[in-house]
């Protein structure tokens, strides 16, 4: 069946890039999505990409996608300490309708 | 333009009772899909409505319900609730349902005592 993983933690200092690595299983997979969740918050959409794309960029984030090995990640430039959040990676279920998430990466960012 | 807004914020309720949570979309979208989080399950997907009909459903108990409105606005209803069902549950909406941008609510908070 569908399934995404991600790495739990991630640790880095203010000013340093930050990488958020996520598999995903199902290749028929049309969008895939980068969410946000800050304390006692809900989801924010950061950014998303088309599988038919490798590379999207906005403004400090890049997302990259390598469809070969399902491989999604997410690039923080300049990562400042409010960007310390559980970032979330989500596909496409099969029927299109429901999104797939992966457990989420807890961001810490130090100064 | 508004975003999803998401109703009550924060609920406590007591097992066997039952809850409902009410979503109002984004303007103009059409499609709503309901969201449970747990520490221990994390995200799972609960189900989802377009024009009123329920296209998706998550792996839950039938106790678990859900409905939309002509208006797009939905209500989800857990019913006989268990300790188990404590979780932030969040709505999100887009416009078709099977484009590319959904968008998410604050979530409504359940504790079950």
């Known amino acids: 069946g569908e399934d995404v993983e991600q790495s739990l933690f991630l640790s880095v200092r203010e000013g340093d890039s930050s990488v958020i690595n996520c598999t995903y299983t199902?290749?028929?997979?049309?969008?895939l999505y980068w969410y946000k969740q800050e304390p006692g918050a809900g989801l924010q959409l950061l950014t998303y990409i088309f599988s038919n794309m490798d590379m999207k960029q906005d403004q400090r984030l890049t997302v990259l996608l390598n469809k070969k090995d399902k491989h999604l990640s997410l690039r923080i430039a300049d990562t400042q300490t409010g960007d310390s959040a559980i970032y979330f990676c989500?596909?496409?279920?099969?029927?299109?309708?429901?999104?797939?998430f992966g457990k989420g990466t807890t961001l810490s960012v130090s100064s | 333009k508004a975003g999803v807004t998401q109703t009550p914020r924060y609920l406590i309720k007591t097992r066997g009772q039952q809850v409902t949570l009410s979503c109002s979309p984004i303007?103009?979208?059409?499609?709503v899909s309901w969201y449970q989080q747990t520490p221990g399950q994390g995200l799972q997907f609960l189900f989802e409505y377009f024009s009123e009909t329920q296209r998706n459903k998550g792996n839950f108990p039938g106790r678990f319900s859900g409905r939309q409105f002509s208006n797009s606005r939905s209500e989800m209803n857990v019913s006989t609730l268990e300790l188990g069902d404590s979780a932030l549950y969040l709505c999100?909406?887009?416009?078709?349902?099977?484009?590319?941008?959904?968008?998410f609510g604050e979530g409504s908070w359940l504790t079950v005592v």
């Open positions: 989500a596909e496409r279920d099969q029927a299109g309708t429901a999104l797939i």
């Open positions: 999100a909406s887009s416009l078709m349902g099977q484009g590319n941008t959904i968008y």
């Open positions: 303007s103009g979208h059409r499609s």
């Open positions: 199902d290749s028929s997979s049309t969008y």
